[in-house]
Nanobody, 123 residues
Framework: QVQLVESGGGLVQAGGSLRLSCVAS????????MGWYRQAPGEERESVAT???????AYAGSVEGRFTIARDNAKKTVYLEMSSLKPEDTAVYYC?????????????????WGQGTQVTVSS
């Protein structure tokens, strides 16, 4: 079984910075596209930033220029550097990845979500 585990959330003042990390574990063959999503109370989950296996990135307009997504394929880890944080960035942040893994003699591909990490930005 594969899983994603996020870390790095917390409470920060407006204008501050945080770095989120998400590591994939299990009998992993390859990790494809990875991304960060967030969900604020009463809101739908939205895409924040994504990065392909080749390093092509995309950002939501609301975070462009403030957030940076990066990945370390050797460590099966994706990062989200967040700066100039605003109260409206407050949400639970979720990591997502397309992961190919083995189970016995078979291989599978699954879209996997992490458990989420809370980011709270105070004004």
């Amino acid at each position: 079984q594969v899983q994603l585990v996020e870390s790095g959330g917390g409470l920060v003042q407006a204008g501050g910075s945080l770095r989120l990390s998400c590591v994939a574990s299990g009998s992993i063959l390859t990790v494809g596209a990875m991304g960060w999503y967030r969900q604020a109370p009463g809101e739908e989950r939205e895409s924040v930033a994504t990065i392909s296996s080749l390093g092509i990135v995309a950002y939501a307009g609301s975070v462009e220029g403030r957030f940076t997504i990066a990945r370390d394929n050797a460590k099966k880890t994706v990062y989200l550097e967040m700066s100039s944080l605003k109260p409206e960035d407050t949400a639970v942040y979720y990591c997502n990845a397309n992961i190919a893994y083995s189970r016995g003699l078979r291989s599978f591909t699954e879209n996997v979500w992490g458990q989420g990490t809370q980011v709270t930005v105070s004004s």
